[in-house]
Structure formats: structure tokens, C-alpha cells
């Protein structure tokens, strides 16, 4: 399930045949020239739109961690997401406090529990995902991990995720305890593939904002050889992209003169 950061890259993905595609939180934020988490709930919203009429294929959204704290603001906020045209989201834990990094373990359960009746009450059959993100945020404790990954299961998630998770007994251990609600597995650098990751029961894997971070290595290296030397070695050897949509995309009738 990987991550588009835009209606082509979303396009270009499901032509390439995957069945399922994610948002990422990041990506987003680049292509407005923003740090992550510096999108607002209406613009995520937008965007959320955008990319699911888009393309034909399930979109999983990365709905950060519901652009509120109480859990009755999560709960609003999941209910405007749900009728997006969306096929899932996802509800993490981390507080954005470097002091205190994840929100209190009561409150965290309190919020997917939340985002669960909330989407019950839509009518939508959206997939909730619970993300816990101790290993993002400073925090790498995987007996703590384990047990809000259990809990966020037991309040409604129909999968769990801990991103930056990489140690092959720590995604054994989590699906032992979360086991049967499936895990989401963030692969983000090369340590494993999706061959080996099904092999060890992961039902998902997702890339986060890593294709659009490989798209801004390619871009900023070309800019920078041009401004630095005057040089365009990088211009060698690119795809057709005008063929990749001419071939997947619908004629656009031009106007009656």
C-alpha cells in the first residue's frame, strides 16, 4: 500500500498495479512547502477528497493523530473524514510535546475508542488503523508499544501500526499479542522486503512519506548540480511520464468551438 503525495503520483501508482494506496502526512505538507505536521484538518480534508476521486483503487489516509486531543473533537473530526470518500485511516498517539511525546496511555485508548463509534455512526465501513509512535518520537519501548498496540485493538482498531518498528523480533512480538487484528508494517529503508514481511504474517505494508521524500532527492540534486555548476548531467536517462498517463488516463474532450 504505498503512499502518494498527489493525484499523479496517486495515478501513477495504482497504473503500476497495486490494489490499495495511503496518503502520507508528509508529502502533503512538501508539496505546500511545509514541514510535516503543519497541515491543517480542512486542507487534509481537501486532500483527502482529491486523491480518492482520483483513482479506483482503496485510499488509506494518514489522519495524524485526528487534528484534536479530547476525544469527543477526535470523534468530530474522524466523522468528516469518513465521508470523504475514503477507505481507511489511521489514529496515532504521539502528543507533538518533546517533554511528554505520546499522549497518557487512558487517553490514547479513549481517542481510537472515539474514532471507532465515530465511523460506526457513519455508516461507511472505514478501516481504523491504531498507530503507536513511541519508536518515532523518541520513546522505542516495545513492551509499551505492545501494550497500546493490544488496547488500541480491544477498542475498535481494525489494524494496528508502529512505524519505525524494524527488528524482526519486535514485529514477531507484536503480532503474537495484537494477534488476530492484522499489522501495518512501515518499510522505509531496505530491511526488509515484502516477500520476507509477509513471511512473517504482516498483512500491509506501507512506505510513509519515503516515495515523495526519493522524488525530492532526484529534484533537489538536479537543481542544485544546475545552480552550483551550470551543469545537466542529471537529465540523462528520464521516464516518459507524458506516456505513463497518455496510456492510463481518459481523453479530456476538448471544448465545442
Excluded at 503525495?5 to 501508482?13: E, F, I, M, T, Y
Excluded at 491504531?130 to 518520537?137: I, K, Y
Excluded at 512506505?207 to 552550483?228: D, M, Q, S
Aim: glycine content about 8%; proline content about 5%; charged content about 20%.
Amino acid at each position: 500500500m504505498p503512499n502518494p503525495w498527489d493525484v499523479g503520483s496517486a495515478r501513477a501508482l495504482q497504473a503500476l498495479g497495486f490494489k490499495a494506496l495511503a496518503t502520507t502526512s508528509a508529502g502533503l505538507a512538501w508539496t505546500l512547502g511545509r514541514a510535516d505536521n503543519q497541515v491543517s484538518l480542512d486542507e487534509a480534508l481537501a486532500h483527502f477528497r482529491t486523491i480518492a476521486a482520483a483513482v479506483e483503487v482503496p485510499v488509506n489516509v494518514d489522519f495524524e493523530g485526528g487534528f484534536a486531543v479530547e476525544p469527543r473533537q477526535v470523534a468530530a473530526n474522524v466523522k468528516q473524514a469518513a465521508v470523504s470518500g475514503i477507505a481507511g485511516l489511521s489514529i496515532e498517539d504521539s502528543s507533538g510535546d518533546s517533554v511528554d511525546p505520546l499522549h497518557d496511555f487512558e487517553l490514547s485508548v479513549a481517542r481510537v475508542a472515539a474514532a471507532r463509534e465515530a465511523i460506526d455512526a457513519s455508516g461507511t465501513g472505514v478501516v481504523l488503523t491504531g498507530r503507536s509512535e513511541g519508536f518515532v518520537c523518541g520513546r522505542p519501548d516495545i513492551d509499551e508499544t505492545i501494550r497500546r498496540l493490544r488496547a488500541y485493538a480491544e477498542a475498535g482498531a481494525d489494524c494496528v501500526y508502529a512505524p519505525r518498528v524494524i527488528a524482526v523480533e519486535h514485529i514477531k512480538a507484536i503480532m503474537a499479542a495484537v494477534s488476530p487484528t492484522p499489522v501495518n508494517l512501515l518499510i522505509n529503508a531496505p530491511f526488509l522486503t515484502v516477500a520476507e514481511a509477509a513471511a512473517l504474517g504482516v498483512r500491509r505494508v506501507s512506505v510513509g512519506g519515503t516515495l515523495a521524500r526519493r522524488a525530492w532527492k532526484g529534484f533537489l540534486e538536479a537543481a542544485r548540480e544546475i545552480a552550483h555548476s551550470g551543469t545537466f548531467t542529471q537529465f540523462e536517462g528520464l521516464p516518459d511520464v507524458d506516456g505513463l498517463f497518455r496510456a492510463t488516463s481518459p481523453r479530456v474532450s476538448e471544448p465545442p468551438s
